[in-house]
């Protein structure tokens, strides 16, 4: 039988974008972070403390595209962009479904995950600016994994806090990042003042990705400058760099004649929902295209379908500017589910104000149902999917078997954000029967 065309489409390294996409530009509304003790807009220079210049530039940018530096395009090839964009041919048959579903293939990069992208590329401005270590907080894994592997392509040193649950949970995760050179704590931890403050308050607690934010900020503050923070999600110049995703995916769809329906991706602080669907949202707010935008969540951290939309800080010890999102507090510590990159109590502001301007559709799952989905992907597709891809799978099966009831031929295009090898222990839960359900509580 010969290949379909669009089996799996890709693109050969000159089609690695040139420029990342900032959408700050095309929404009408958004409001700028707030400095806490003036609640004025903050200024560039108070963000130095964390960040290098040329990052505060790119985070505070209302410029449409930025310049991707050759270097970082040259070492993107490493992390085996472009990626694919593949049809799941075996699950669409599994579900009988008339609806045609494609992903992006994010889980082949050597690092595992969507997050090489902003990683190389702050690991990259920070080296031009001098800097000499990174310090950052990681949920599940993937991010402390990338930061740690690309800085070693620049020379630079990296500090990892580890969400204590998922430290917990996933202890090869805390190899690989060794692997590559870099200090990884459990947080909260003792390395900081913040840190022992909340051991000494609660010493079982699990952690949160908030505390391990304000952990390493802490440790970049008091670096006299020789330290700076870098984020895995959340902020804008985050958004951006994954735009890569997108606009490769958009390149892919135009050459298969794709017209997506539904565009779905997980979303825990953001970063691989705006990567995969900004640049379509773009078209969108332009009005040139009809496609709805997905954001799926778990139902232990629930920002954008049970959280308020005001001004919050980012971390749980207030040391972040207070940004305009959807959040269910910043004290708030979820429950310890295996998609330890989603366990955030904020939404990006970028991300948060496409969903007010009703650009984007939220929804939550259990993790028992993630879980799944995810089996059924392994199953027929043969790929083990990290546990917050999981989410993306369960709304796409849910949205094509909305279109096997109505007989509807919908396409639906989700990113598979990250493989799930390292997962096996949430996986082993679920097909033992004791993976706990992770609804949150009222």
Same mark, same amino acid.
């Given at each position: 039988?010969?290949?379909?065309?669009?089996?799996?489409?890709?693109?050969?390294?000159?089609?690695?974008?040139?420029?990342?996409?900032?959408?700050?530009?095309?929404?009408?509304?958004?409001?700028?972070?707030?400095?806490?003790?003036?609640?004025?807009?903050?200024?560039?220079?108070?963000?130095?403390?964390?960040?290098?210049?040329?990052?505060?530039?790119?985070?505070?940018?209302?410029?449409?595209?930025?310049?991707?530096?050759?270097?970082?395009?040259?070492?993107?090839?490493?992390?085996?962009?472009?990626?694919?964009?593949?049809?799941?041919?075996?699950?669409?048959?599994?579900?009988?479904?008339?609806?045609?579903?494609?992903?992006?293939?994010?889980?082949?990069?050597?690092?595992?995950?969507?997050?090489?992208?902003?990683?190389?590329?702050?690991?990259?401005?920070?080296?031009?600016?001098?800097?000499?270590?990174?310090?950052?907080?990681?949920?599940? *894994?993937?991010?402390?994994? #990338? @930061?740690?592997? +690309?800085? %070693?392509?620049?020379?630079?040193?990296? $500090? &990892?806090?580890?969400?204590?649950?998922?430290?917990?949970?996933?202890?090869?995760?805390?190899?690989?990042?060794?692997?590559?050179?870099?200090?990884?704590?459990?947080?909260?931890?003792?390395?900081?003042?913040?840190?022992?403050?909340?051991?000494?308050?609660?010493?079982?607690?699990?952690?949160?990705?908030?505390?391990?934010?304000?952990?390493?900020?802490?440790?970049?503050?008091?670096?006299? *400058?020789?330290?700076?923070? #870098? @984020?895995?999600? +959340?902020? %804008?110049?985050?958004?951006?760099?994954? $735009? &890569?995703?997108?606009?490769?995916?958009?390149?892919?769809?135009?050459?298969?004649?794709?017209?997506?329906?539904?565009?779905?991706?997980?979303?825990?602080?953001?970063?691989?929902?705006?990567?995969?669907?900004?640049?379509?949202?773009?078209?969108?707010?332009?009005?040139?295209?009809?496609?709805?935008?997905?954001?799926?969540?778990?139902?232990?951290?629930?920002?954008?379908?049970?959280?308020?939309?005001?001004?919050?800080?980012?971390?749980?010890?207030?040391?972040?500017?207070?940004?305009?999102?959807? $959040?269910?507090?910043?004290?708030?510590?979820?429950?310890?589910?295996?998609?330890?990159?989603?366990?955030?109590?904020?939404?990006?502001?970028?991300?948060?104000?496409?969903?007010?301007?009703?650009?984007?559709?939220?929804?939550?799952?259990?993790?028992?149902?993630?879980?799944?989905?995810?089996?059924?992907?392994?199953?027929?597709?043969?790929?083990?999917?990290?546990?917050?891809?999981?989410?993306?799978?369960?709304?796409?099966?849910?949205?094509?078997?909305?279109?096997?009831?109505?007989?509807?031929?919908? $396409?639906?295009?989700?990113?598979?954000?990250?493989?799930?090898?390292?997962?096996?222990?949430?996986?082993?839960?679920?097909?033992?029967?004791?993976?706990?359900?992770?609804?949150?509580?009222?």
């Amino acid at each position: 039988m010969a290949i379909p065309k669009d089996a799996v489409i890709r693109l050969d390294p000159e089609g690695i974008p040139k420029r990342w996409y900032n959408i700050a530009a095309d929404l009408a509304n958004l409001e700028p972070m707030l400095n806490p003790q003036t609640k004025e807009p903050v200024k560039p220079e108070e963000l130095e403390a964390i960040f290098c210049k040329e990052i505060i530039r790119q985070e505070l940018s209302k410029e449409r595209y930025i310049d991707i530096p050759e270097e970082v395009r040259d070492n993107y090839v490493s992390l085996n962009r472009p990626s694919p964009l593949q049809r799941a041919y075996r699950l669409e048959k599994y579900l009988k479904t008339p609806a045609k579903i494609y992903f992006k293939r994010e889980d082949m990069s050597p690092l595992g995950s969507h997050k090489g992208n902003t990683a190389l590329a702050q690991a990259y401005f920070n080296a031009k600016a001098g800097i000499q270590t990174l310090t950052t907080e990681t949920g599940a *894994g993937q991010w402390g994994t #990338a @930061l740690a592997m +690309v800085s %070693n392509l620049f020379d630079i040193k990296s $500090t &990892v806090f580890m969400v204590r649950g998922s430290y917990d949970q996933k202890p090869f995760r805390k190899t690989i990042m060794h692997l590559y050179g870099s200090e990884v704590y459990a947080s909260p931890s003792a390395q900081t003042e913040y840190g022992r403050k909340i051991l000494k308050e609660h010493p079982e607690t699990s952690g949160s990705l908030g505390i391990a934010i304000s952990e390493a900020c802490e440790l970049a503050a008091m670096s006299g *400058g020789t330290t700076k923070y #870098a @984020l895995g999600s +959340v902020m %804008n110049h985050v958004m951006l760099h994954q $735009t &890569v995703i997108g606009l490769e995916a958009m390149e892919q769809m135009k050459m298969a004649e794709i017209e997506p329906d539904y565009m779905v991706a997980c979303v825990g602080g953001g970063s691989n929902f705006a990567g995969f669907t900004f640049p379509m949202i773009g078209e969108k707010i332009k009005g040139k295209t009809d496609c709805e935008f997905i954001a799926v969540e778990p139902e232990a951290a629930p920002s954008m379908t049970k959280g308020e939309f005001k001004y919050d800080f980012g971390d749980t010890a207030g040391m972040t500017p207070l940004i305009l999102m959807y $959040t269910l507090g910043s004290q708030f510590i979820p429950s310890p589910i295996h998609a330890g990159g989603l366990r955030y109590h904020g939404m990006s502001p970028l991300v948060s104000e496409a969903c007010k301007e009703g650009y984007v559709k939220p929804v939550s799952y259990d993790q028992t149902s993630t879980f799944e989905a995810g089996t059924l992907m392994a199953r027929t597709e043969g790929i083990v999917p990290a546990p917050e891809s999981c989410h993306a799978i369960r709304a796409a099966i849910d949205l094509a078997l909305e279109a096997k009831k109505t007989g509807e031929e919908k $396409t639906i295009v989700f990113c598979l954000s990250g493989h799930g090898m390292l997962d096996l222990g949430g996986y082993e839960n679920y097909l033992n029967g004791t993976l706990q359900s992770s609804a949150l509580k009222e």
